[in-house]
């Protein structure tokens, strides 16, 4: 198995900038979270899925950010219009539903910077 | 509301000695604990978990961890450090509210290992 699969790795780009993170869960898996990471704020969960339904988006900090998964091997994070404060390290992970110690496996992350 | 704390931003060991991560609970019902290890640049990735039974859970690459009910706690233990063990370190409990499929993760602990 490839493991959770996360794009692009790297992405730079200008405020103001649409950008969108990719991610493919490990196949069978039906839950689907997206976090991210700061030195200031630490590990953060934006958003889950399960079933591809959205079930918590408390995380997500504003209205800039939207995610979707529109089939069970696909989702997105968008960021619109992104901001130099949104710099951080997404991460995707995934995770089968069912028993509750479940644990999740994580992609590798894109690091997004925002000039 | 569940909740875990890891009251060391870090750790310090020596090559060879004994090291402890330490990690305290706060759940209603039953606690399903996990230990994440996230080298530099990387996701994280899963260690051990404690689901029920034995209060000593054994996990990759030669870590343990120790549940400990009266004191919520749930340590994670190596008895022998090895300077590649140096990475950040998560404990995360098993969120049940909302569905009950995401985990909540401590803020982490540095752990490194000198020679």
């Known amino acids: 198995d490839a493991g959770v699969i996360q794009s692009p790795r790297h992405e730079v780009t200008e405020m103001g900038q649409e950008v969108t993170l990719r991610c493919k869960p490990i196949?069978?898996?039906?839950?689907l979270f997206w976090y991210r990471q700061t030195m200031m704020r630490g590990l953060e969960l934006l958003i889950y899925?399960?079933?591809?339904?959205?079930?918590?988006d408390s995380g997500m900090p504003e209205d800039r950010f939207s995610a979707k998964m529109p089939n069970a091997s696909f989702s997105t994070l968008k960021i619109q219009p992104s901001e130099p404060r949104d710099s951080a390290v997404y991460f995707c992970?995934?995770?089968?539903?069912?028993?509750?110690?479940?644990?999740?496996?994580f992609g590798p992350g894109t690091r997004l910077t925002v000039l | 509301a569940q909740s875990v704390a890891q009251p060391e931003d870090q750790v310090n060991v020596a090559e060879g000695n004994p090291l402890t991560v330490k990690c305290t609970y706060s759940?209603?019902?039953?606690?399903?604990l996990f230990w994440y290890v996230q080298y530099p640049n990387r996701g994280l990735q899963f260690l051990l978990k404690?689901?029920?039974?034995?209060?000593l859970v054994k996990g990759s690459y030669g870590f343990e961890a120790e549940f400990n009910k009266s004191q919520t706690s749930f340590h994670l233990k190596k008895p022998s450090a090895l300077v590649s063990d140096s990475a950040l370190y998560f404990c995360?409990?098993?969120?049940?509210?909302?569905?009950?499929?995401?985990?909540?993760f401590g803020t982490g602990t540095q752990l490194k290992v000198e020679l």
């Open positions: 992970a995934s995770s089968p539903t069912g028993p509750p110690y479940n644990e999740q496996f």
């Open positions: 196949s069978g898996h039906n839950s």
């Open positions: 899925f399960n079933n591809n339904v959205p079930i918590d």
């Open positions: 759940v209603s019902g039953n606690p399903y």
């Open positions: 404690y689901i029920t039974g034995d209060n």
């Open positions: 995360a409990v098993r969120d049940l509210t909302g569905g009950g499929n995401k985990l909540t």
